[in-house]
């Protein structure tokens, strides 16, 4: 049995300040320019988007974009990920995040993200 189709079920588009999502029209824009991906990538970036904010485990995704079952050892998602990555350009960061050793997830570009305060930085030694 192959992989479940990403759009199966009628989902409201997903649209923010830089990305929109039609799952209906399998179409995604960048910006307002249309994204140029080949049909696992849009399913991998449909899949994320459609769940935003959680995390999608690594098992998952294959199974859902691929087909795959069971503990299949492949990069495959890896590299899919990485040319996600590269298509969203300086958004990819704000936009998935590898969760590692369990998978990926989705951020919507507005979702507050998790910032580390400042360390307090040591006085410097006096006439150091």
Known sequence: ???????????????????????????????????????????LLALLVE?????IPRQALL??????????KTRTLDVHVRRLRKKLGQLAERYIETIFGIGYRFQPYDAPRFVRPEQPKPAAAAGA
């Open 63 to 72: 199974a859902q974009v691929w087909g795959y079952r069971g503990d299949v």
């Open 51 to 55: 769940h935003a904010g959680q995390i």
């Open 1 to 43: 049995m192959g992989p479940v189709p990403v759009a199966s079920k009628s989902i409201p588009p997903y649209r923010d300040e830089h990305l929109a999502v039609d799952f209906n029209q399998r179409v995604a824009l960048l910006d307002d320019g249309r994204m140029a991906l080949t049909r696992k990538e849009y399913d």
